[in-house]
């Protein structure tokens, strides 16, 4: 790796959904003030970045994910001035801010759009994808055709998401320029960075029968960040790619384009579509994981390694166990991730084992992706209860819930109604409860994320798996020169791990470990430094 790669390898990124984080002049919503006052929450933590979702300018089809301007905060989120103040709040702390960058789509009320909209000759009349009649019958990602009528033009524009959000016409000129200068805009700013939403539909290939990955794609992306005005950036982009030569394409150090990528292949693991539960286990996950652990490091490619995001259910509740052992589970999959060789990504509130919330009927939901799913569930013959339990496992709307901060009224989040129910599990799990408890799953992420900041090998060292195929278990090592450190994560069964030559322990999760016993119990890990 070069010293750039290697130089992000000290990042812990938490990301940020900031209509859920913290509400400051109560009026449910979260907002940039918010954030501003959990900055020393967050750097005891020991979290050096934060990737913000959205928080543009935007009327809220898919929460900010549909941009008005590219150049302006959203009005329940603050102004422009309480960007600037957190920029400086976090850059005085030493933390950098990744933003997120919509390039794909705007927003309906974006001027670009308006003022396209109107007729065949304007100048923004080629920013988006015009055509006479639809030119396939592509279905939105959040329902019904990509082909909206406009009877100004006479024609239809492509939207992959919702109608509100229209697609950029990447093979305009004028569109890459623009985009160039957003991002220009958001480095003078203080932007450290920037996580890059569908950055693979930037370029479409309607031939091939997909919005994604067409001929122009690495030409755009080598626009927008390889220049010496965006050398210095760390740059994630949303992908589905999971060949390891497209992944090489979009992230070799050569190729000046992405840092790294979101790549899903864990998630889907075992699984037709996210509403489904998993048919496999941590063992799945943890195969898939040596498998890219071992390619990234063969191509020094950077990996991201995360669980959790704004769009998938907690983690904890689709594949380890969020009841009697969820502080063993939550505290498991935190080592099995962040001790591995990459990027860690922390989705707020994972830090203290936010789990999915359970209601009985669509009132308490929020999100187009839920109620679109909903709606296709029950035409496709599920009774409204059995459709409800879909969305209560896989809907978005879990990872959106206001953050649970403490036990008062609105969990600490806002003094007023939130935008979007509490969490069903409020009173049970939020951060008061969890700082009280002897088992924290936030005393355990400081001292796991300790470890990775003082031990150069968990960060920049060589990863090496140590179980093998039928193990019901996770063992592997990370050296650097001579240092060697054994990760073991047992999973839900018990097992037995022979680990007397591994070393000293340096981390735990069950307290009464005391060295190298055998006897592993469900979601019991332990560090040896040998
Ligand atoms: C991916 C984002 O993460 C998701 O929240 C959004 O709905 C789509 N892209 C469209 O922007």
């Known amino acids: 790796m070069n010293e750039k790669q290697l130089s992000f390898l000290d990042l812990v990124i938490y990301q940020i959904y900031p209509r859920s984080f913290k509400d400051t002049n109560n009026d449910g919503i979260g907002d940039l003030k918010g954030i501003i006052s959990k900055l020393d929450y967050l750097c005891d933590l020991g979290v050096n970045a934060i990737w913000l979702c959205p928080c543009y300018k935007s009327p809220n089809k898919d929460n900010g994910y549909d941009v008005a301007d590219y150049r302006d905060i959203m009005d329940e989120f603050g102004t422009m001035e309480d960007m600037r103040v957190l920029i400086r709040e976090m850059h005085s702390r030493g933390m950098k801010l990744i933003m997120d960058l919509v390039p794909n789509h705007t927003s309906d009320k974006h001027k670009w759009f308006i003022e396209s909209r109107k007729s065949k000759d304007n100048p923004y009349s080629d920013y988006y994808y015009w055509f006479d009649k639809p030119i396939n019958d592509w279905r939105a990602s959040f329902g019904g055709s990509v082909w909206e009528y406009v009877p100004e033009r006479d024609q239809y524009y492509l939207h992959s998401y919702t109608v509100g959000q229209p697609d950029l016409n990447w093979d305009n000129p004028k569109v890459v320029k623009e985009m160039q200068d957003v991002v220009d805009f958001w480095v003078d700013m203080g932007a450290d960075g920037f996580r890059i939403d569908v950055i693979d539909q930037i370029s479409k290939d309607f031939e091939a029968g997909r919005n994604c990955f067409g001929p122009?794609?690495?030409?755009?992306?080598?626009?927008?960040?390889?220049?010496?005005?965006?050398?210095?950036l760390f740059t994630v982009g949303e992908c589905w790619a999971n060949d390891i030569e497209e992944i090489k394409r979009h992230i070799s150090a050569d190729r000046n384009e992405l840092s790294t990528l979101f790549q899903f292949d864990h998630l889907e693991a075992g699984r037709s579509e996210k509403f489904t539960p998993m048919a496999d286990s941590l063992v799945t996950v943890r195969d898939i994981l040596i498998k890219w652990q071992s390619l990234t490091q063969q191509h020094q490619l950077l990996y991201s390694l995360f669980t959790d995001n704004h769009d998938n259910s907690p983690f904890i509740s689709r594949i380890g166990n969020d009841k009697e052992l969820r502080y063993e589970s939550a505290t498991c999959i935190a080592t099995m991730f962040y001790l591995l060789k990459g990027v860690p990504f922390i989705y707020q509130g994972q830090e203290f084992g936010i789990s999915?919330?359970?209601?009985?009927?669509?009132?308490?939901?929020?999100?187009?992706?839920?109620?679109?799913?909903?709606?296709?569930?029950?035409?496709?013959?599920?009774?409204?209860?059995?459709?409800?339990?879909?969305?209560?496992?896989?809907?978005?709307?879990?990872?959106?819930?206001?953050?649970?901060?403490?036990?008062?009224?609105?969990?600490?989040?806002?003094?007023?109604?939130?935008?979007?129910?509490?969490?069903?599990?409020?009173?049970?799990?939020?951060?008061?409860?969890?700082?009280?408890?002897?088992?924290?799953?936030?005393?355990?992420?400081?001292?796991?994320?300790?470890?990775?900041?003082?031990?150069?090998?968990?960060?920049?060292?060589?990863?090496?798996?140590?179980?093998?195929?039928?193990?019901?278990?996770?063992?592997?090592?990370?050296?650097?020169?001579?240092?060697?450190?054994?990760?073991?994560?047992?999973?839900?069964?018990?097992?037995?791990?022979?680990?007397?030559?591994?070393?000293?322990?340096?981390?735990?999760?069950?307290?009464?470990?005391?060295?190298?016993e055998s006897s592993f119990r469900p979601y019991e890990i332990a560090v040896f430094k040998a």
Not at 216 to 232: Q, S
């Open 216 to 232: 122009n794609l690495h030409k755009y992306i080598n626009a927008l960040f390889g220049r010496e005005k965006t050398a210095h």
């Open 356 to 516: 999915s919330s359970h209601y009985d009927d669509m009132s308490y939901f929020d999100d187009v992706e839920s109620f679109d799913m909903y709606n296709r569930l029950v035409d496709s013959g599920l009774t409204e209860k059995e459709a409800v339990e879909k969305i209560n496992f896989g809907g978005r709307d879990n990872a959106r819930r206001p953050m649970p901060w403490d036990n008062s009224v609105g969990g600490g989040f806002s003094e007023a109604k939130a935008w979007i129910p509490l969490s069903s599990r409020v009173n049970e799990i939020n951060l008061e409860n969890d700082l009280n408890s002897q088992k924290s799953i936030f005393r355990f992420y400081k001292a796991m994320l300790s470890l990775r900041k003082n031990n150069i090998a968990f960060r920049k060292g060589g990863f090496k798996a140590v179980s093998s195929d039928g193990d019901k278990y996770f063992v592997f090592e990370r050296e650097y020169k001579n240092e060697t450190f054994t990760v073991v994560c047992n999973f839900e069964q018990p097992s037995v791990i022979e680990c007397k030559d591994f070393g000293t322990l340096v981390l735990n999760n069950y307290s009464d470990r005391v060295g190298a």
